[in-house]
């Protein structure tokens, strides 16, 4: 089993930064890729982006060029940092491990996190 846990959301004006942290702990961190994803009020789930083991890195095009993903192994952490923040990027922020060599913005994602508030004000 996999525990993953999102921290660092908060309430920030648009134009804003910030990063949100996921720890995962239970089993191992390598080599399965990690994901973000978001959910707002009254839409579906919707991928954000996502890390392979190895640091590479795929973006939703809503947020690509405003958002960045990394990862520490070491730590078995992956970030989130966001930069110019919309008021539309309000929404719960989730981090996802997956299980298998690949995962893609249609998962498989085995693994969630709680999910950590993230509102940004006009």
């Known amino acids: 089993q996999v525990q993953l846990e999102e921290s660092g959301g908060g309430l920030v004006e648009a134009g804003d930064s910030l990063r949100l942290s996921c720890a995962a702990s239970g089993r191992a961190f390598i080599p399965y890729p990690m994901g973000w994803f978001r959910q707002a009020p009254g839409k579906e789930r919707e991928f954000v982006g996502g890390v392979s083991w190895n640091g590479f890195t795929t973006y939703a095009g809503s947020v690509g060029g405003r958002f960045t993903i990394s990862r520490d192994n070491d730590k078995s952490t992956v970030n989130l940092q966001m930069d110019s923040l919309k008021p539309e990027d309000t929404a719960v922020y989730y981090c996802?491990?997956?299980?298998?060599?690949?995962?893609?913005?249609?998962?498989?994602?085995?693994?969630w996190g709680q999910g950590t508030q993230v509102t940004v004000s006009s």
């Open positions: 996802a491990q997956s299980r298998s060599a690949w995962a893609g913005p249609e998962g498989p994602y085995d693994y």
